[in-house]
Nanobody, 122 residues
Framework: QVQLVESGGGLVQAGGSLRLSCAAS????????MGWYRQAPGKQRELVAA???????NYADSVKGRFTISRDNAKNTVYLQMNSLKPEDTAVYYC????????????????WGQGTQVTVSS
């Protein structure tokens, strides 16, 4: 089992920045990819960004150029730096981990954090 604990959500004005963190513990050898999903009210959960153990990254088109994902393998922690935030970024953000980037992106056997609220006011 893998446990994921998120931190860093909150309320910010449009144009502002937030940084999310997610620390993994437990059977860390079962995961290679980590990332962030988000879910807004009435919408499906969507992949925001993901990073493989070697540093390969994927981003949703809606966040490219504004969000940066990174990971510290020694600390088993993944970060999401969110800049130039927009009201449409408002959602619950979930940390996720999986065996591969592909598996993570299709939600195959993902591990999930409890979620952290990000609210961007206009």
């Amino acid at each position: 089992q893998v446990q994921l604990v998120e931190s860093g959500g909150g309320l910010v004005q449009a144009g502002g920045s937030l940084r999310l963190s997610c620390a993994a513990s437990g059977s860390r050898f079962s995961i290679n990819a980590m990332g962030w999903y988000r879910q807004a009210p009435g919408k499906q959960r969507e992949l925001v960004a993901a990073v493989g153990r070697g540093g390969t990254t994927n981003y949703a088109d809606s966040v490219k150029g504004r969000f940066t994902i990174s990971r510290d393998n020694a600390k088993n922690t993944v970060y999401l730096q969110m800049n130039s935030l927009k009201p449409e970024d408002t959602a619950v953000y979930y940390c996720s981990a999986g065996m591969t980037l592909l598996a993570l992106s299709v939600m195959k056997d993902n591990y999930w954090g409890q979620g952290t609220q990000v609210t961007v006011s206009s």
